[in-house]
């Protein structure tokens, strides 16, 4: 059994990744285990003590924060905000991400500013490990005082209360804890802010994305270099000394991996008749590079904030303060995901217009790549599909950040909408993939016109293994299970 102790270790996206999909189980370090024990016998000793207000500790929430609680309502206070905060709608948060955000809020406490019980943070913990997952609902969170709707909805079942997936089937959180054998959480102070304060959901669902990108950009680079070979285009504008002239780390990378993909082909070295390509043949280092180099810069956002604490108030025992501050404020990165959201589109839209290309009927390849145009349409549709997803991802690339709505009665008078953001770009990762998959059909049936010359051994490789899941169309059929086979492939 694979074990990850949580720690203050760095964590990674990949890492992320490895844990929550690589069946690990997590641990507390014993580091860990003293920071949280530290944080919240401070806590208790603060309120034991001292008679000045605690935001969300000793008051009311929100604009409510100067409404002073007693002593003997402080756990009541926890629950009722638990409670009062589950108005999400819409759609379930995806198992894998729901999961990721447990993780992520289990990293967040374990760093001992939040002031969470060590029983809290270690259920949390028996539910990771357990493949529980909470039901989520995706949409309610502005994504400036934390995720608080979807976490709430998260930490419901720690109740007793709200619902979650187990063992395939969704049951009531009361059910969950009765079969496990597990007591409801008796919420100390302040856990139930510690529990909803905090950007997990827009994190899980931003590593759930920059995963994916890094896996669609590599994609995106190898199709490119099936359908470069299949349209007879030309291998000087990939040349190393053409990006050395501008040399984003991106647009090399790129013109690096295209001339390892094509090395080899026949295609490629057969005498031109066109001078140029279209630009999105040409210019695909330069588009491709930008897409890598935003990913880079969003991922290093992105692993700041998950290796950080971001509820509020952030208690630091060792300096003696508890502080009511905004490190639950989405907006470091509602700003990268918005710009992810773009990228991620801009990688598609150039896909699209390569297809539009491949079905064109020129360089000598047939009319909608099929054999008997007329009675045939062949993939004229592909390229309709793939122009209507792209046009719905410039819909959704709209950044959701340049959006606030005040709330709390104007005392959150500017929220991030990061959580929006992060929805959007999920739908945009999904929508990029549908695009790269449809360019990759059209782009292995171009090819096998272009026998007996053939592409290069590792382009030949991926549409040797394309064709055991999806064959050549030589008469029109349905079209449908072959993009979904092309989805599934990209995803293998």
């Known amino acids: 059994m694979n074990i990850h102790y949580i720690s203050s270790d760095h964590l990674t996206i990949e890492r992320i990744g490895e844990i929550v999909y690589g069946g690990y189980k997590l641990e507390l370090s014993e580091d860990a285990?003293?920071?949280?024990?530290?944080?919240?016998?401070?806590?208790?000793?603060?309120?034991?003590y001292g008679n000045a207000p605690i935001y969300g500790v000793t008051t009311g929430f929100g604009s409510l924060c100067n409404v002073s609680i007693g002593r003997d309502q402080l756990s009541q206070l926890q629950v009722n905000l638990i409670k009062s905060h589950a108005c999400g709608t819409g759609e379930r948060v995806p198992n894998d991400i729901v999961k990721m955000m447990m993780f992520l809020k289990i990293q967040s406490l374990s760093y001992g500013y939040s002031g969470c019980k060590m029983d809290t943070v270690q259920r949390l913990i028996q539910f990771f490990n357990n493949d529980v997952f909470p039901v989520v609902l995706r949409q309610g969170s502005l994504g400036a005082s934390g995720d608080l709707v979807p976490l709430a909805h998260m930490c419901l079942p720690l109740l007793g209360l709200g619902e979650v997936e187990y063992q395939g089937k969704i049951i009531p959180g009361a059910e969950l804890l009765r079969k496990k054998r597990w007591k409801p959480i008796v919420l100390g102070s302040k856990e139930g802010l510690a529990l909803l304060n905090g950007t997990q959901n827009m994190s899980a669902f931003a590593?759930?994305?920059?995963?994916?990108?890094?896996?669609?950009?590599?994609?995106?680079?190898?199709?490119?270099?099936?359908?470069?070979?299949?349209?007879?285009?030309?291998?000087?504008?990939?040349?190393?000394?053409?990006?050395?002239?501008?040399?984003?780390?991106?647009?090399?990378?790129t013109a690096d991996k295209m001339r390892e993909m094509l090395e080899g082909s026949q295609l490629i070295t057969n005498i031109k008749a066109h001078v140029q390509d279209p630009y999105s043949f040409r210019c695909v280092p330069q588009v491709h590079g930008a897409v890598k180099d935003t990913i880079r810069y969003v991922k290093s956002v992105i692993e700041i904030e998950v290796n950080s604490a971001t509820d509020n108030p952030t208690i630091c025992p060792d300096e003696d303060q508890i502080i009511s501050a905004g490190n639950f404020h989405g907006e470091p990165i509602a700003l990268p995901i918005d710009f992810l959201s773009i990228a991620m589109s801009e990688l598609a839209n150039i896909s699209e217009r390569r297809i539009y290309r491949l079905v064109s009927g020129t360089r000598g390849l047939p009319n909608f790549l099929v054999a008997n145009p007329?009675?045939?349409?062949?993939?004229?549709?592909?390229?309709?599909?793939?122009?209507?997803?792209?046009?719905?991802?410039?819909?959704?690339?709209?950044?959701?950040?340049?959006?606030?709505?005040?709330?709390?009665?104007?005392?959150?008078?500017?929220?991030?909408?990061?959580?929006?953001?992060?929805?959007?770009?999920?739908?945009?990762?999904?929508?990029?993939?549908?695009?790269?998959?449809?360019?990759?059909?059209?782009?292995?049936?171009?090819?096998?016109?272009?026998?007996?010359?053939?592409?290069?051994?590792?382009?030949?490789?991926?549409?040797?293994?394309?064709?055991?899941?999806?064959?050549?169309?030589?008469?029109?059929?349905?079209?449908?299970?072959?993009?979904?086979?092309?989805?599934?492939?990209?995803?293998?």
């Not at 070979?229 to 040399?247: K, L, M, S």
């Not at 690339?397 to 959580?419: F, K, L, N, R, W």
């Not at 549409?463 to 029109?476: E, G, M, Q, S, Y």
């Open 33 to 48: 285990k003293q920071r949280i024990r530290k944080c919240r016998n401070y806590l208790d000793k603060k309120i034991g």
């Open 207 to 253: 590593v759930w994305s920059l995963l994916n990108a890094q896996r669609l950009s590599n994609w995106a680079d190898k199709i490119a270099a099936m359908s470069l070979d299949a349209f007879d285009g030309r291998i000087e504008p990939f040349q190393h000394v053409v990006q050395t002239v501008r040399p984003h780390v991106g647009q090399i990378e």
């Open 374 to 492: 007329g009675v045939n349409s062949g993939f004229m549709i592909t390229q309709y599909t793939a122009a209507s997803v792209v046009s719905l991802n410039k819909s959704l690339a709209m950044p959701s950040s340049v959006d606030s709505i005040p709330s709390c009665q104007d005392q959150e008078d500017h929220v991030s909408m990061g959580a929006n953001a992060a929805i959007k770009l999920y739908r945009v990762i999904h929508n990029t993939e549908r695009v790269l998959a449809i360019e990759l059909f059209n782009a292995a049936q171009a090819l096998d016109f272009r026998l007996p010359l053939k592409s290069s051994p590792k382009i030949c490789a991926i549409h040797d293994a394309f064709r055991k899941v999806v064959p050549f169309i030589l008469n029109d059929e349905l079209m449908y299970p072959h993009i979904e086979k092309a989805i599934q492939f990209l995803r293998r």
